[in-house]
């Protein structure tokens, strides 16, 4: 018999009645108990996942949002080699300059001078101007070297520049013509109203500005009244007054510091007249050793230091600013295939060579005013060349060295039609070098310079960023024969995830790789791609193109001409 354990109604046990016919069986409180039905149960279980999985999305993307916002993940740690980690720390950059890209150009093929002496030699062929397009040139310095003070410009030349100024998108700086009237074939002075007088020079320099940056000048009229107008903001005085080849016409001996701070002054007041926006550089000189270290002029004194010197106090004292940017030249070695090490190391000397000048420009001056390297190459063009790829490494890394160093204008000599030292362009202006990969390796850089305290041998690295923080490019040299490995990670990383790609990157060797990073990529072997360049083995004039690889498509990893 079975009993009903509830107190009801019916007292404390009841009898429970069956129906007749049926089994016995107990009942337990789960048998009355209602149940879930399992379709109730299966939502239930998706609706607690889907839940846990919205709640790890959102953790998750708080996480990346935070990083962005907070600075986090803003660093790269790049091993190269056995060289010592570098840390690239995206939170500091520093823009670069556009004129930091430029080269010397020579007046055009078959125009004349105004002596008539010397024709024009350059090429401007199609190939010239779109190749300086491609290399993203941004300035031309003109009539380039000595032929600017051995003959005197003709305004058609002027005129040739401003065309060539905007068929290369580029700005220009012209060199004043300091050395006074120039023979002409018969032994005639030119221009026939020049003479040795200082304030007649600085006058021409003046008209110079007036016809290249006035479009009403009175100069710009007959068969000058349609001559294109293209402004030149940036211009200098002279070429390399301290070479014992210029002479000052007054003393009809070189140029000493004292006499060209005073023909500096003359010319910048009669330059500045015509146009008070543009900008005098000086002392131009054809190298620079460091602060007190020379060049020195016949009576011992240091070029540089007493130039600044000298425009400091005219300055102070008249209250005027006539300076406006330091220049000079840089070839530091007279023959370049001598102790190959020796060039491949040379560029570690702007290092030492141009926070010093800053400083004694700040204290001569009393501000900052930007530094113009106007001529740069492995050698002067009397000198002994390297072979060409022991040239474009020099260059690649000593570019990136002007860039680290913050040096606002910079024009290699030179674009063409000289062949030493080696230009941009060879054959009349018809075949690009081994030198103009390097600017086309340096047209793909970012915007913005990203301090870097790295070594520097085998392998220099520069590191570049765009405006938006988005972009990463890092360039390698490898100044040496051997490959090398070069492991690219970002650091604080969460979860092995990171906005920034992970990398290994092989680095032929002697060879130049630009590698870009993009920001946010969703794997770690996509969002990167580079352009590399080995250069020639042998003495090789003729260069082979670039090289574009988009990394993660690697099929061979011990291909070392293939980056990544």
């Not at 935070?66 to 080699?81: K, T, W």
């Not at 007036?210 to 293209?230: E, G, I, V």
Request: glycine share 6%; net charge negative.
């Amino acid at each position: 018999m079975v009993f009903n354990n509830d107190a009801g109604r019916n007292g404390a046990v009841g009898q429970v009645q069956r129906s007749p016919g049926s089994a016995e069986q107990e009942v337990s409180w789960r048998d009355v108990v209602p149940r879930t039905p399992a379709s109730r149960l299966k939502r239930r279980g998706i609706f607690t996942l889907v839940s846990i999985i919205l709640l790890v999305t959102i953790i998750f993307s708080a996480l990346r949002v935070s990083m962005v916002a907070g600075g986090n993940n803003d660093q790269l740690e790049v091993r190269i080699g056995a060289q010592q980690p570098a840390q690239v720390d995206l939170r500091q950059s520093l823009p670069i300059s556009t004129h930091l890209f430029g080269v010397n150009v020579f007046p055009k093929a078959g125009t004349s001078s105004l002596d008539h002496i010397s024709a024009g030699f350059m090429n401007y062929t199609p190939v010239v101007i779109n190749g300086l397009q491609d290399m993203s040139i941004k300035f031309l310095r003109y009539p380039g070297g000595e032929w600017g003070e051995q003959h005197v410009l003709t305004l058609g030349q002027l005129s040739d520049f401003s065309t060539l100024l905007t068929q290369t998108n580029s700005d220009g700086m012209i060199q004043a013509h300091l050395s006074g009237p120039v023979k002409d074939e018969q032994g005639n002075f030119k221009p026939l109203d020049l003479n040795t007088d200082l304030n007649v020079r600085a006058n021409l320099a003046g008209r110079w500005v007036d016809y290249m940056n006035n479009p009403h000048s009175d100069q710009r009229k007959a068969l000058h009244a349609h001559d294109p107008f293209h402004p030149v903001k940036l211009w200098t005085v002279g070429n390399e007054p301290d070479q014992p080849t210029l002479i000052n016409p007054l003393t009809n001996q070189p140029y000493t510091v004292a006499d060209y701070v005073t023909a500096f002054i003359q010319f910048s007041k009669a330059m500045h007249q015509n146009d008070p926006t543009i900008k005098v550089f000086g002392p131009e000189l054809s190298s620079f050793y460091g602060v007190g270290a020379g060049p020195f002029d016949a009576g011992g004194h240091p070029w540089m230091d007493d130039f600044l010197k000298g425009i400091g106090s005219y300055e102070q004292a008249n209250h005027v600013t006539l300076l406006d940017g330091i220049s000079f030249h840089y070839f530091p070695f007279e023959n370049a295939q001598q102790a190959p090490a020796l060039l491949m190391s040379s560029s570690n000397a702007l290092n030492y060579l141009l926070p010093p000048l800053r400083e004694l420009i700040r204290r001569d001056l009393g501000r900052d005013v930007p530094i113009a390297i106007t001529e740069v190459n492995t050698n002067p063009s009397q000198g002994i060349n390297p072979s060409h790829g022991q040239a474009a490494i020099w260059w690649a890394d000593t570019l990136g060295m002007l860039l680290n160093q913050q040096v606002e204008y910079a024009a290699f000599f030179s674009a063409s039609d000289v062949d030493s030292p080696y230009p941009l362009f060879i054959g009349n202006g018809l075949r690009e070098t081994a030198m103009a990969r390097v600017m086309q390796l340096f047209a793909h850089v970012q915007s913005n310079q990203v301090p870097v305290a790295v070594e520097h041998t085998p392998i220099s690295m520069y590191a570049t960023q765009d405006d938006s923080h988005q972009a990463v490019s890092l360039l390698f040299v490898n100044k040496s024969p051997t490959p090398q490995l070069i492991q690219i990670r970002p650091v604080d990383q969460f979860l092995i995830v990171s906005l920034w790609p992970s990398l290994d990157v092989s680095i032929a060797g002697n060879s130049i790789v630009v590698l870009t990073l993009h920001r946010s990529s969703t794997t770690q072997l996509s969002g990167a791609e580079a352009y590399s360049y080995i250069v020639p083995a042998k003495d090789d004039p003729t260069a082979a193109p670039l090289s574009y690889t988009v990394c993660g498509h690697k099929s061979d990893a011990l291909a070392n001409d293939v980056p990544c």
